[in-house]
């Protein structure tokens, strides 16, 4: 089981010299499988913004996916330099790979770090085009928005200011994935910020983070070594444990406040409660990775899962509700 989950991209999969494998290399750089964390809690902030209005104003959403998406991305592959800067992902021997380690991409010879670094410029830049149309169609609102995400994902990685190695990387991601992509959605369809939106934004919000902080556990060595301070570094893997639970609890209450307010439906709390039971099954499943490898990879997929059937629990309560 080790071996496996500590491998990697195979770089002849990879290889060629054409559009067609150099478009394979930077879309896979991406890191796709985790783009779900940035597209549903845009879909969630619609959801919200087009019941309060009776209607759907489909272009801002879509571009408004495009946008977040393509930011998301590019934060995937400047954390890779970023953690190849600093030397956390080269010797990580402890990563569940694909989830955990980065895309490996500068370690297999696939990329070299400066064309991972070009890549996560051009989908910035790419970025600024959805972004831009947004922004002549809504106002300059936009503008500070995607600022605000453009910034926490590229801080996140830069080795000058590091949030992920400086303990505070899942608050950052907690709102970069949350109160800001869910409540800038649904300000686009009807041009209301308020307090239920962020209630709802809570639970999506620390659904990602729990991603994030899970994802910490098999790379905690590694991240040790190269002075990367995560939380999982900070507390240890017990101390992880109790921090993981906490955010599925408060993703509870958040949820719930949401119902208390009149945002969700009273009937949310069915799907949240059995959210909040499968969070603490895979947060109980934490360990180290030396230790239960296969248990903390199936805590990891099963936080995935929580983080998408949340998602699509709150979008589907809104849509009916």
Not at 24 to 29: D, K
Not at 96 to 122: A, K, N
Not at 149 to 163: A, C, H, N, R
Not at 278 to 301: H, Y
Request: charge should be neutral; avoid cysteine; proline fraction near 5%.
């Amino acid at each position: 089981m080790q071996q496996q989950t500590t491998a990697g991209p195979n770089p002849e999969a990879f290889a060629g010299s054409g559009i067609g494998p150099r478009l394979r290399r930077a879309f896979f750089a991406m890191r796709p499988k985790f783009f779900t964390a940035s597209a549903l809690p845009v879909v969630v902030g619609t959801a919200l913004g087009a019941k309060a209005v009776g209607a759907m104003a489909w272009l801002p959403a879509v571009l408004a996916i495009i946008a977040t998406v393509l930011v998301h991305a590019a934060a995937n592959v400047l954390n890779d330099v970023g953690d190849d800067i600093t030397g956390a992902d080269g010797p990580n021997t402890g990563r569940i790979y694909p989830y955990t380690g980065g895309s490996r991409f500068i370690q297999s010879g696939i990329l070299t770090r400066d064309e991972m670094r070009r890549l996560g410029i051009w989908l910035l830049v790419a970025a600024a085009i959805p972004g831009g149309v947004l922004i002549a169609i809504a106002g300059p609102t936009v503008l500070w928005l995607g600022l605000a995400g453009i910034v926490l994902g590229t801080l996140y990685s830069t080795p000058s200011v590091y949030l992920s190695g400086r303990g505070v990387g899942e608050l950052a991601v907690a709102i970069a994935f949350g109160p800001l992509p869910v409540m800038g959605a649904a300000w686009l369809q009807d041009g209301i910020f308020d307090l239920g939106r962020f209630l709802v934004s809570v639970p999506v919000g620390l659904w990602v983070a729990a991603i994030l902080l899970i994802n910490e556990v098999p790379d905690m060595e590694s991240d040790a070594a190269a002075g990367k301070r995560t939380l999982v570094v900070r507390f240890g893997v017990h101390g992880a444990r109790t921090v993981y639970l906490g955010m599925q609890a408060l993703a509870l209450v958040g949820g719930l406040a949401a119902v208390g307010v009149g945002v969700l439906p009273w009937w949310y709390g069915i799907p949240a409660i059995a959210l909040l039971a499968m969070g603490l099954k895979a947060g109980f499943g934490i360990a180290d990775v030396n230790e239960r490898r296969e248990q903390l990879q199936k805590s990891i997929e099963a936080t995935l899962a929580v983080q998408a059937l949340g998602s699509i629990a709150v979008i589907l309560t809104v849509a009916f509700g």
